[in-house]
Nanobody, 123 residues
């Protein structure tokens, strides 16, 4: 079982940057991949990025590739999502999630979720 706690959300102007953190706890983290998803009101949960804990293999959605960077800090047991050049369309609740083995883009393949952190991008 993996526990996840997100932080770092807030209000930012379009074009600005924000870094989200996902504190990860549990056993055998090397077997897991950690992903970021987001969900805007009235929309389905959308994959953002993922990283495999042991190999640092990363996966990005087309909408965030080149603007967002996922990374992890083993010493802090934390996964980060650095978000640059933020757009109004990035406004959403952001969630981190965990699944065993390789990362995927499908939300229903992740069985541990955090409570989410809100990101609001203003014009």
């Amino acid at each position: 079982q993996v526990q996840l706690v997100e932080s770092g959300g807030g209000l930012v102007q379009a074009g600005g940057s924000l870094r989200l953190s996902c504190a990860v706890s549990g056993r055998a983290l090397n077997w897991f991949s950690i992903a970021w998803f987001r969900q805007a009101p009235g929309k389905e949960r959308e994959f953002v990025a993922a990283i495999r804990w042991s190999e640092r293999t990363t996966l990005y959605s087309d909408s965030t590739k080149g603007r967002f960077t996922i990374s992890r800090d083993n010493a802090e047991n934390t996964v980060y999502l650095q978000m640059n050049s933020l757009e109004l369309e990035d406004t959403a609740a952001y969630y981190c999630a965990a699944r065993p083995l390789s990362p995927t883009m499908a939300a229903n393949e992740y069985n541990n979720w955090g409570q989410g952190t809100q990101v609001t991008v203003s014009s």
